[in-house]
């Protein structure tokens, strides 16, 4: 299995769980913990420290599962072969969980004069630097669709808004969104409405169906996609996401990730699947999709083994939690595969909520990581 994030931990935990007296589990990730992604938001906006939400792959203790610190650099899926930077791996079964990387050289100009927040690094230089802006135009700009959880950077509009109103500045800054979609969250029309409305009452200037094509840092201006210029003080980016490289070398990606069918996640090469980020199953990118097909993927191994049923198709369903500011948290329940039509049912924020989103994290973290 390649890639211990949502998808592969999940996984991991379940055939442990379910099989794991029965078959051997290679779990290959080229880092040493895992990080929520919500979590990076925590950090940029000073809530928590890089250490504090770090969960350690040293604490992943499941039977019949092997967790390797190594990086994959090669992968022949009619093999089903994998090669790393410390040897190579035949399977029976690879299933491919590498998740979305950043395209950092899709947006000239990002790495250099742009502050992105998708990435660990990102989010913790910006814990050093938010705090530091105090007057001008704040910009958040999104390169390109899809990107990793779609109402990420509504809430980090909302939460520079609390930031900057905390330290007293917000009189004497600017806050403005560029987002490549049309809406907030296009799939749930309420969850949108919602989040203009929270944007209208803060003085945000949200600039939907643009995209940042890039980053003049010399000016620090902002190239948007119907060649607009927006001058900025703080750039606060989302980059252009695609497979990693070493999925695309493999041959198996097209148009930048990894076709598979939706019902079963499988890919055309037999024994082979790929779930999550890395992979086109027709749902958003975000951690509860990767878990809900690492579900489907895990009950059909099982099956196969007849320890269990065949699991029904793949249902494409999620909630996100959704950080609306002063500490209130949403929910929209998507439902993109189990209906004729793609659906997002809005939870408007509540204190349960707030609770929920918690007992989200700790709950994976207690089932992945013990403890
Ligand atoms: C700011 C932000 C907020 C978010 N908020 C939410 C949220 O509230 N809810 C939600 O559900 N999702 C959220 N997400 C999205 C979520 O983090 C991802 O969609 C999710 O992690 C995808 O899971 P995955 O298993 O596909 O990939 P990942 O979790 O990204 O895991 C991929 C793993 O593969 C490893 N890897 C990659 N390349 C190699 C290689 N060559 N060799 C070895 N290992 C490799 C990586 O180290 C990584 O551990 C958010 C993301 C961001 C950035």
Redesign the pocket.
């Known amino acids: 299995m ?8 999940e996984l991991s935990s379940l055939l442990s769980e379910a099989v794991g007296d029965e078959v051997e589990v290679t779990l ?4 040493d913990a ?1 990080v ?3 979590s ?2 925590d950090v940029m906006f000073g809530r928590t420290t890089p250490e504090e939400v770090r969960l350690d792959y040293a604490d992943v203790a499941k039977p019949g599962v092997r967790l390797v610190k ?4 090669a992968i022949d899926p009619e093999a089903r072969r994998v090669t ?1 930077d410390a040897g190579a791996y035949e399977a029976d079964v690879l299933v491919i ?5 950043y395209d950092m050289d899709a947006t000239p100009g990002l790495a250099e004069g742009g502050n992105e ?2 990435s660990e690094a990102g ?1 913790e230089r910006l814990a050093g630097v938010i705090p530091e802006f105090s007057e001008g135009h704040a910009l958040i700009g999104v390169s390109d669709a899809p990107f ?2 779609p ?2 950077p509504s ?2 509009a909302l939460l520079l808004h609390d930031a900057l109103t905390a330290r007293g500045v917000r009189d004497a800054c600017r806050i403005s969104f560029v987002l490549p979609l049309p809406s907030p969250v296009p799939p749930s029309p309420e969850t949108s409405a919602a989040l203009l409305k929270e944007f209208d009452e803060r003085g945000i200037d949200f600039i939907p169906g643009r995209r940042v094509g890039s980053i003049d840092a010399e000016r620090s201006v902002a190239l948007l996609d119907d060649d607009t210029e927006l001058a900025f003080d703080l750039f606060l980016g989302v980059p252009k996401h695609r497979a ?1 490289d ?1 999925v695309i070398e493999s041959g198996i990606t097209e148009g930048g990730y990894v076709p598979v069918d939706p019902a079963t996640l499988r890919t055309r090469f037999e024994g082979v699947y790929a ?4 992979a086109t199953a027709g749902v958003p ?7 809900g097909a ?1 579900r489907v993927v895990a009950r059909h191994l099982v099956a196969e083994l007849g320890r269990g049923e065949e699991p029904g198709p793949y249902d494409g369903r ?1 909630s ?2 959704i950080e609306f500011g002063e500490g209130r948290v949403g929910r929209v329940d998507i439902d993109f595969l189990s209906g004729p039509e793609k659906t997002g049912t809005f939870n408007p924020p509540s204190t349960e909520l707030t609770a929920e ?1 918690q007992e ?1 994290g700790t709950s994976r973290r207690a089932r992945w990581f013990g403890g």
């Open positions: 390649l890639g211990a994030g949502f998808g592969g931990l290959i990730d080229r880092t895992f929520f992604g919500f990076k938001l190594e990086t994959v650099t790393t969980a590498l998740g979305a990387d927040f998708y989010a990793k959880c109402p990420a809430e980090c990693p070493v779930i999550g980020d890395v990118k975000a951690g509860v999709f990767a878990e690492a999620g996100c939690y989103k989200f």
